[in-house]
């Protein structure tokens, strides 16, 4: 099975405590579809302080992974939305499933 969500994606999550929150996904874990998903499921972590590597000691905030059927892909008319593919020329690519625009992905923005 392919993952129709990449980095960089705009995502809603649709269950668990984060229900309802919208962000940027961070990273893709497909071995696992899983997704880190910006300010979704904040976790807070102790670190140790490390001087080789210049990390200080104290409690850092790091998102974790959460599975991508929790999340759906925002269309920028419709929300959030399921998403289907089509084929341009030779390229598969992802449609949103109620308004038919192509969701391309932003992987190439430099914009955060
Ligand atoms: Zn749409």
């Known amino acids: 099975m392919s993952l129709n969500i990449q980095r960089n994606d705009q995502v809603e999550v649709i269950s668990g405590a984060d229900r309802g929150k919208r962000g940027r996904v961070l990273r893709v874990i497909p071995g696992e579809s899983r997704i880190l998903v910006e300010h979704v499921r904040v976790v807070k972590k102790n670190v140790r302080p490390n001087p080789q590597r210049n ?8 998102e974790a992974p959460i599975h991508i059927s929790n999340v759906l892909l925002v269309c920028p008319s ?3 939305t399921r998403i289907g593919h089509k084929f341009e020329g030779d390229t598969k690519v992802r449609v949103c499933k109620k308004c038919g625009a192509t ?3 932003k992987s190439k923005s430099k914009r955060k």
């Open 78 to 80: 419709c929300g959030a």
């Open 55 to 62: 990390i200080k000691g104290g409690i850092a905030e790091q």
């Open 103 to 105: 969701l391309a992905a």
